[in-house]
């Protein structure tokens, strides 16, 4: 089994940045996908970005497209996200995941979930 466990989120005004952590323990973290997701009140939980175990390739939502970096340490089995240019939607708790799916974009997919945490991004 693989925990997850993110650091890193708070309240920052729009333009700003913050950069989000997500360590594991437990199993093989290295050999998994990686992944971030976020879910904003009263909306479904929503692909954000991934950084494929095996090639490093990363691949982002467009919304985040150009503002948003996925990037992992396998030495500390942890991933980042750093993320810049916030904008007030992108508030939302933001959760790490790990799996072996392909299906990135579909959080059912994904095995392994970190409790979440909060963004708040101020206009």
């Known amino acids: 089994q693989v925990q997850l466990v993110e650091s890193g989120g708070g309240l920052v005004q729009a333009g700003g940045s913050l950069r989000l952590s997500c360590a594991a323990s437990?199993?093989?973290?290295?050999?998994?996908?990686k992944g971030w997701f976020r879910q904003a009140p009263g909306k479904e939980r929503e692909f954000v970005a991934v950084?494929?175990?095996?090639?490093?390739?990363?691949f982002y939502a467009d919304s985040v497209k150009g503002r948003f970096t996925i990037s992992r340490d396998n030495a500390k089995n942890t991933v980042y996200l750093s993320m810049s240019s916030l904008k007030p939607e992108d508030t939302a708790v933001y959760y790490c995941?790990?799996?072996?799916?392909?299906?990135?974009?579909?959080?059912?997919?994904?095995?392994?979930w970190g409790q979440g945490t909060q963004v708040s991004v101020s206009s």
């Open positions: 995941a790990a799996g072996r799916t392909t299906d990135w974009r579909a959080s059912a997919g994904w095995n392994y």
């Open positions: 437990g199993g093989t973290f290295s050999s998994l996908h």
């Open positions: 950084i494929a175990w095996n090639t490093g390739s990363t």
